[in-house]
């Protein structure tokens, strides 16, 4: 979920586990939202994205579930492999403009052989 | 999917020097390409949008005559830390978008420039 203090919060799976990282945002009119993977010392990678007008999108192993109504945004890795190690971001477009993105605190996912 | 570069991956310099980062768009054009920097075990934040052809606009409290940006072609912009201290150490990403898109179009991003200032 959301970090609060110094630290991004971390979730630890074993492998084969099914992980689900969390996201909230703040703004009721929010339309579109991205899920980012940053592995350590990259730039971070599109997983996958999901419109307001859906609840649920799915991709190989993630699918990423939307409630509008509790403004809150979840990813769901099936079969969490240690390739899966890293960093989270939900992401959204700011309102200024195109492909300029708001990005949410992270959290950092372990995966355990 | 399209692919960003950026170069260089790493670098080490010295408080009081600057620093060009380049970032370039491989098989697009790109009026538009984006700098964000990012603290360690942060996120990202937005620093400027790169406007090709025009000056760059940047996001409240990012200091313009720090951080230069010159976006020269449809492929590359450019992000020089200016007089560079500690505290500019950081990682820095940039991200363009095809040009096709409207708002909802993926954003790619570079593998990101590991600055530390000694």
């Known amino acids: 979920g959301e970090s609060v203090g110094l630290h991004l919060p971390t979730l630890s799976v074993q492998e084969g586990d099914n992980s689900i990282i969390n996201c909230a945002y703040s703004?009721?009119?929010?339309?579109?939202f991205i899920w980012y993977k940053q592995e350590s010392g990259k730039g971070p990678q599109f997983i996958i994205d999901i419109r307001s007008n859906m609840d649920k999108r799915q991709g190989q192993r993630v699918t990423v579930l939307l409630n509008k109504t509790v403004k809150h945004l979840s990813l769901q890795i099936a079969a969490t492999q240690p390739g899966d190690s890293a960093v989270y971001f939900c992401a959204e477009p700011m309102n200024s403009g195109y492909s300029t993105l708001t990005f949410g605190k992270g959290t950092m996912l372990l995966v355990s052989p | 999917g399209a692919v960003v570069s950026q170069h260089p991956s790493r670098v080490i310099c010295k408080s009081g020097t600057s620093v060009k980062i380049e970032c370039r768009s491989l098989?697009?054009?790109?009026?538009?390409m984006f700098w964000y920097r990012q603290f360690p075990k942060k996120s990202l934040m937005l620093m400027a949008t790169s406007n090709e052809g025009s000056k760059a606009t940047y996001e409240q409290g990012v200091e313009k005559d720090k951080f230069l940006i010159n976006h020269a072609s449809l492929t590359l912009s450019t992000l020089t830390v200016t007089s560079a201290h500690p505290e500019d150490s950081s990682f820095y990403i940039c991200?363009?978008?095809?040009?096709?898109?409207?708002?909802?179009?993926?954003?790619?991003f570079g593998q990101g420039t590991r600055l530390t200032v000694v």
């Open positions: 703004n009721s009119a929010s339309d579109y």
């Open positions: 991200s363009a978008s095809p040009p096709e898109g409207g708002r909802d179009t993926e954003a790619f």
């Open positions: 098989d697009f054009q790109a009026t538009t």
